[in-house]
């Protein structure tokens, strides 16, 4: 039986203040704030995102260490086989040459890949879905 997911709205102050702790800017700044000058950063919707996950799931280190891959899993995170299709390419290594991600950044990947599979049960598009060679 599956169980239900509860989300919660949170301010965008908040989630930031969830995801890393107290804000580096000042409160003046936060009204005002600029647009990202680039992929480095991750952006407020995005920590906003990644607040309403739980917290077993949240990719934390990923966020932190690139936060240019986070940002586009939020950015998909509502469209499905999009999702589907971009997560798998981050942890299935299909061209054999990638050196891949760190363990610890690797297993936020795994665990969020798990989770959104858990989210969308029917979606049989998704590798994750297939049978294996001789099952």
């Known amino acids: ?8 709205k949170i301010s965008i102050a908040d989630a930031r203040r969830e995801i890393d702790g107290e804000p580096k800017q ?3 700044r936060l009204r005002y704030p600029r647009a990202p000058q680039d ?17 077993d799931v949240r990719p934390m280190v990923l966020g932190r260490r690139f936060p240019r891959i986070a940002n586009r899993i939020a950015e998909s995170w509502r469209f499905v086989a999009r999702c589907e299709e971009y997560l798998d390419t981050l942890v299935v290594d299909r061209r054999g040459n990638r050196k891949g991600f760190p363990p610890e950044v690797a297993q936020e990947l795994t665990n969020l890949r798990g989770f959104y599979a858990e989210l969308h049960p029917d979606n049989h598009d ?3 879905n297939r049978p294996t060679a001789g099952n």
């Open 39 to 55: 992929n480095d950063v991750l952006l407020n919707t995005t920590l906003t995102w990644m607040a309403r996950l739980p917290k």
């Open 1 to 8: 039986m599956m169980t239900s997911i509860e989300f919660k």
């Open 126 to 128: 998704s590798g994750w």
């Open 26 to 28: 000042s409160v003046e």
